[in-house]
């Protein structure tokens, strides 16, 4: 450890803004919350529509983890895309180091790390591969040099320089006409969206003193329990 940076005393208390938790609505997260079917979609939607609304830097932006075929874990952020009841979508290269992993174990976690809000999710579930006509909607939305950089890029695996990368990219680039272009970009083979589908989803709220609450959905069978969670 430096002398600059004392991480053992780096922390921040939360539930600072309603210390006795007495409000019962804002502060006081609790499994009752979670109703409907599923029981997880409209707090979710809830509490991404405030990260949204209080500016939160990429309040879309979850962290996925997987396992690859030798049983590591790997984290990494992308963003979510999507929400529907049936999960979470995200787009990615199929031949990533994450499409390898789910290709190897088809379930995924993702954490929306809302901290600013004192918030965050948790989703667990099996992936799929969505439908490629949502792939394909999703592609024509993206601009036209995400559509070419995804196009140069080999995901994941290493390249000898900037200059390679940049050389690649200029190779597709012209093949699609120049920078002018509006030649139509087909989407990567090796591209594409995955949908987790949620067999557990945790809300978590800080409160003061690291006695947190946690609230978290669970499927049972064919339907969902609701539980709170020791912090
Ligand atoms: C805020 C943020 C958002 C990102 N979104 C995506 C995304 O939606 N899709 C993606 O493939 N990579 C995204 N990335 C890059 C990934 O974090 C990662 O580097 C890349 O997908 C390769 O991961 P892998 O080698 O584990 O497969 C994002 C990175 C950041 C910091
Ligand atoms: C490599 C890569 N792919 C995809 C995305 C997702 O964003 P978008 O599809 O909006 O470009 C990102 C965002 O940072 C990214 O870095």
């Known amino acids: 450890m430096n ?71 790997a984290t990494r952020t992308v963003l979510c895309k999507g ?25 995924a976690s993702a954490t929306f790390p809302w901290i600013a809000m004192e918030r965050q999710i948790h989703v667990r579930g099996r992936v799929v591969k969505v439908d490629p006509a949502e792939t394909q909607a999703y592609w024509n939305s993206r601009p036209r040099g995400s559509q070419l950089s995804a196009t140069t890029s080999d995901q994941s695996r ?17 093949e699609f006409g120049g920078p002018l272009s509006s030649t139509t970009v ?3 083979e090796q591209w594409g969206g995955y949908r987790i ?18 609230a978290r959905a669970i499927r049972d069978g064919d339907s969902w329990r609701v539980e709170r969670l020791q912090p």
Do not use: C
């Open 3 to 73: 002398d600059e940076v004392d991480l053992p005393s780096m922390r921040v208390g939360y539930g600072a803004a309603d210390p006795t938790g007495k409000d019962g609505v804002a502060a006081n997260l609790d499994p009752s919350w979670l109703v409907g079917d599923p029981p997880w979609r409209s707090l979710f939607d809830a509490w991404l529509a405030d990260a949204i609304a209080a500016g939160v830097v990429e309040p879309n932006a979850m962290i996925v983890g997987t396992v690859d075929a030798d049983g590591r874990p």
């Open 197 to 214: 589908e949620p067999d557990v989803v945790e809300f978590w709220q800080g409160r003061a003193d690291r006695l947190h609450n946690r």
């Open 158 to 174: 290493p390249i000898a320089s900037r200059d390679a990368l940049e050389a690649a990219a200029a190779a597709v680039s012209d």
């Open 83 to 107: 929400v529907s009841d049936a999960g979470i979508v995200f787009f990615t290269g199929y031949d990533s180091d994450k499409g390898r992993a789910i290709a190897a174990h088809p379930y």
């Open 186 to 188: 087909p989407v990567p």
